[in-house]
């Protein structure tokens, strides 16, 4: 994970003036419900032409009540398909992470220190941090709440379990060895 994460990290900076639109890096929540998934983005573009914003040096963070893993990858696409589903998809394969959404995917903007801490913990393997940022980071937004620690998301958030056929669906991260 940790030589992923450092690959991810030094592929080659964007050019200047290249046609970025949003604020680097980013945070996206892109599962809720059994499990917590979420993408960390070192870059964050919007592709206006495509309809999509487009996550760059990503780490996939995935927490589940079993254990929690984490994975890198070059680049993921956040669109919106035909039927009107929010996906989250690897480009070179065109899989997709578990699971659309019907609500369009919440997407935050993260200062450098918070992206390079995150990182830190995903590296160190302390999940407490990554938890608490999620719910500090999605719990005022519109149909969000915090209630005890825990953060609840609107019912249609993440919740596309049939949409997708399972050999559509990318593999969740590898979980970290305790």
């Known amino acids: ?11 080659e900076q964007p050019k200047p003036g290249a046609g970025r639109s949003f604020p680097d890096p980013s945070l996206a929540l892109v599962e809720f419900g059994d499990c917590l998934g979420f993408l960390i983005s070192a870059r964050t573009e919007r592709d206006a032409p495509n309809r999509r914003v487009i996550l760059k040096k990503v780490a996939y963070v995935r927490l589940e009540p079993e254990g929690w893993g984490g994975t890198a990858y ?30 369009r995917y919440e997407i935050a903007f993260i200062s450098k220190d918070i992206f390079e801490c995150a990182i830190q913990c995903i590296k160190e393997r302390k999940r407490e941090p990554l938890c608490e940022l999620v719910a500090v980071t999605f719990g005022t937004r519109q149909g969000f709440s915090l209630e005890a620690g825990n953060l609840l998301a609107p019912e249609d958030y993440a919740a596309e379990r049939t949409a997708v056929p399972e050999d559509k669906f990318l593999s969740p991260p590898p979980r970290f060895q305790r």
């Open 1 to 11: 994970m940790e030589t992923q994460i450092q690959s991810a990290q030094a592929a």
């Open 74 to 103: 070059p680049e993921i696409h956040i669109q919106q398909n035909e039927e009107g589903l929010f996906l989250a998809v690897e480009p070179r394969t065109g899989k997709v992470l578990r699971h659309p959404s019907r609500s």
